[in-house]
């Protein structure tokens, strides 16, 4: 079974700072999909940036970016010049065969 | 686009009474998943349909709990006798096409329905 670790319960960083959240996982399958979604105290999940495992260019989306080292299995979250909107919730995701897999998430404070 | 609705947002239910969550899903999407968070964790997965079938349930606990995904109509996560351990936020998701190596299928998720038990 697939499983995904978030190993920073919370993380904080100043407004304009980057940060950086982890994640690692661990499977068999050679063909599978991670992706970072976002909870905000509404609850709403919200995805931020995906990576398929068959690429080799880390994805990017505006202020987000991911470290992707598929044999070391970890999937990294950057998040540049952090703005106070940027305060949630942040869950790592596995999806390889089947059902999307959850890690435990970061929570993500942002310092004025 | 309304995108995948749920209701209620909250609901309140004294332990051994019966919880009832629907699931609009998206337009034109046929695939639901349900999962469960619990506070301070992630979400869980806990079942998979199609239209008329549960492709995955492996997820549900064996007792009290049951999902269906009519042919016309939302999907509707039931909770039999509820325990206080069954409050949670109880997220539906929906997809266009079964999440497998033809693609990533990306899933939309709902706002989540709230169950406290009391």
């Known amino acids: 079974a697939q499983t995904v670790t978030q190993s920073q319960p919370e993380m904080s960083v100043q407004e304009a700072e980057t940060v950086t959240l982890s994640c690692t996982y661990d499977?068999?399958?050679?063909?599978?999909?991670l992706f970072w979604y976002k909870q905000p105290p509404s609850r709403q999940m919200i995805l931020v940036i995906r990576?398929?495992?068959?690429?080799?260019q880390n994805a990017t989306e505006n202020r987000f970016s991911v470290n992707f080292q598929k044999a070391a299995k970890s999937f990294s979250l950057k998040i540049s010049d952090s703005q106070l909107g940027d305060a949630a919730m942040y869950f790592c995701?596995?999806?390889?065969?089947?059902?999307?897999?959850f890690g435990q998430g970061t929570r993500l404070t942002i310092n004025p | 686009n309304a995108g995948v609705m749920q209701n209620p947002r909250h609901l309140v239910r004294r332990r051994g009474q019966e919880a009832r969550l629907r699931c609009s899903p998206m337009k034109g999407h046929s695939h639901v998943y349900w999962y469960r968070q619990l506070p301070e964790e992630g979400l869980k997965f806990m079942v998979y349909l199609q239209k008329e079938n549960i492709i995955d349930e492996s997820g549900m606990p064996k007792e009290r709990f049951s999902a269906e995904f009519p042919k016309e109509g939302p999907s509707i996560l039931r909770i039999q006798q509820v325990v206080r351990g069954d409050s949670a936020a109880y997220f539906c998701?929906?997809?266009?096409?079964?999440?497998?190596?033809?693609?990533?299928?990306?899933?939309?998720f709902g706002a989540g329905s709230r169950l406290t038990v009391l």
């Open positions: 995701a596995f999806q390889g065969a089947q059902k999307l897999v």
């Open positions: 990576q398929e495992a068959y690429k080799q």
């Open positions: 499977t068999s399958e050679s063909d599978y999909y």
């Open positions: 998701a929906s997809s266009s096409r079964w999440s497998g190596r033809s693609g990533a299928n990306v899933l939309t």
